[in-house]
């Protein structure tokens, strides 16, 4: 069996063969911290957090880098309306990222590197271009980038000759296809960035967005690496960019596997911020709905579909991870050792299937659709009977095992040592038939924050959430 991504490279499935054996080196665009982010943007870093997953699952070693971009037009902008230091405004939304990240249950990348602590790295690329003269100052003291310099410029996006405006000049981080043109690696200090500035042998000034995410991957993964990520909105202008540079300087190729999750969309439209029809985690979490509901729902559709974000899809979310928390519990009561149907050789199956699903393109809801068929086989094994102490652990474990990819199954709560203990004496009062002892125990834990349930195999104790 062989791995395939499709690659928005060469717009086809290809196998994925990385450069060094055993290792995957990527780099995930990370967020711009100027806000919270939201839900479209962890669709995309659920899919980059799959995909690592995965390739781990897979028996790869994994380095993965995701920046942090901590100064932009959009960074500076806020900073400024909100009357603080752009460090000080980023510090806060840079934490807030990281705690949204660990409620999803999303894997820490091995490199988080912040743009601002970076920018000699982008200034000494700078130069290299302005040397090979793939840049020049403009008029206005900014550096840009010569796109007819570049001979493959426009290959990843697929932009047409007709489109180009060699000469013309964006000094804008975002533009869309029709006004492509030379883009701005150092943009000149202006009085927009206030106190925002570097000095470098171009001039006062700051790195143009593109420029950030070349520096940081090529520092830390090498001039060519396996695979790039992103939404499908970083295609144009972000990461045709990013190649133009980063190609232009080395003279190598830059990236071997170009991956980009579609968008998250609400009633048609992209969720944006500058759309306003968005939702951030803590605006769902106010709802009542969990960080392994929203992660679900993130997940499992495939990453090249668009998926169209609705309360019926989080509530339907939300009803598969119960069907999977009520078969783990069924397990759980299973006490008999007995014949134990054929769990061995249906879990083998199920794992074959699995990988032959996620291997084609990471994809997830096939890969789903066979771990739920293996919980409907097993459930009606259950009701026979068929299925004893021994098969129902070796059906917990493989759960276990897929979800060091998917991520989803309820953490292992760790009991409090006197909260067991008082449990084994309330079992004890109850043996000895002294009910008020045991009910005041009972009371006891439940003001612990723990519930006693007793169960046919004796009490089951469970931390409230
Ligand atoms: P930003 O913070 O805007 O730079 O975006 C961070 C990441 O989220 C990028 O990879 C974007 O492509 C991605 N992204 C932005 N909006 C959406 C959306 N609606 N659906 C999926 N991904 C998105
Ligand atoms: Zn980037």
């Not at 839900?39 to 995965?54: A, C, K, V």
Request: proline fraction near 2%.
């Amino acid at each position: 069996m062989s791995l395939t991504f499709y690659n928005t490279m060469t717009r086809k499935k290809e196998e994925f063969l990385p450069l060094r054996e055993g290792e995957v080196r990527m780099y995930t665009c990370g967020p711009t911290v100027y806000d919270y982010a939201h839900t479209g943007n962890f669709r995309s870093y659920i899919f980059e957090d799959l995909l690592r997953r995965y390739l781990k699952y897979r028996g790869y070693r994994v380095l993965q880098v995701m920046n942090i971009t901590d100064v932009d037009d959009k960074t500076i902008r806020d900073s400024r309306k909100a009357g603080i230091s752009l460090s000080q405004h980023t510090e806060k939304f840079t934490r807030a990222f990281f705690d949204d990240i660990d409620i999803l249950g999303i894997e820490r990348a091995e490199h988080y590197p912040r743009a601002t602590e970076h920018v000699k790295e982008m200034i000494d690329i700078i130069s290299g271009l302005l040397e090979k003269g793939y840049a020049y100052k403009g008029d206005d003291g900014s550096v840009y980038f010569r796109i007819d310099k570049f001979n493959n410029y426009g290959r990843l996006a697929h932009i047409t000759p007709d489109l180009l405006q060699p000469g013309a000049t964006v000094r804008t981080d975002e533009y869309d296809k029709e006004s492509v043109a030379d883009f701005a690696l150092w943009k000149a200090w202006d009085e927009d960035d206030g106190e925002v500035f570097w000095e470098s042998p171009f001039g006062k000034g700051r790195p143009g967005w593109h420029i950030e995410c070349s520096a940081m991957s090529m520092k830390y993964l090498g001039e060519t690496f396996d695979i790039h990520t992103g939404g499908v909105d970083n295609i144009f202008p972000h990461h045709e960019n990013e190649i133009a540079q980063s190609e232009a300087y080395t003279g190598k190729q830059f990236v071997r596997y170009w991956l980009h999750a579609a968008h998250l969309i609400v009633e048609g439209q992209k969720m944006s911020k500058s759309l306003g029809n968005f939702y951030t985690l803590r605006d769902l979490l106010d709802k009542g709905y969990s960080g392994r509901q929203i992660r679900y729902l993130l997940m499992s559709v495939h990453y090249r579909q668009q998926l169209n974000f609705t309360f019926e899809g989080l509530e339907a979310a939300k009803n598969g991870l119960q069907r999977i928390d009520d078969f783990l519990a069924r397990l759980e009561d299973v006490d008999f050792r007995g014949e134990d149907a054929a769990v061995e050789e249906v879990v083998g199956e199920t794992r074959e299937a699995f990988l032959s699903e996620m291997d084609s393109d990471l994809n997830i809801s096939g890969a789903l659709g066979k771990v739920f068929d293996l919980i409907h086989w097993a459930n009606q094994q259950l009701d026979e009977g068929a299925i004893g102490v021994a098969g129902a652990s070796q059906l917990r474990s493989f759960l276990q095992e897929l979800d060091a990819v998917l991520g989803i199954l309820p953490e292992k709560v760790e009991i409090d040592p006197e909260v067991q203990r008082l449990a084994d004496e309330r079992e004890k009062a109850r043996k000895q038939k002294n009910y008020a002892l045991a009910d005041e125990i009972r009371e006891k834990v439940r003001q612990m924050g723990y519930t006693l349930e007793d169960t046919p195999k004796g009490v089951r104790i469970k931390k409230v959430t």
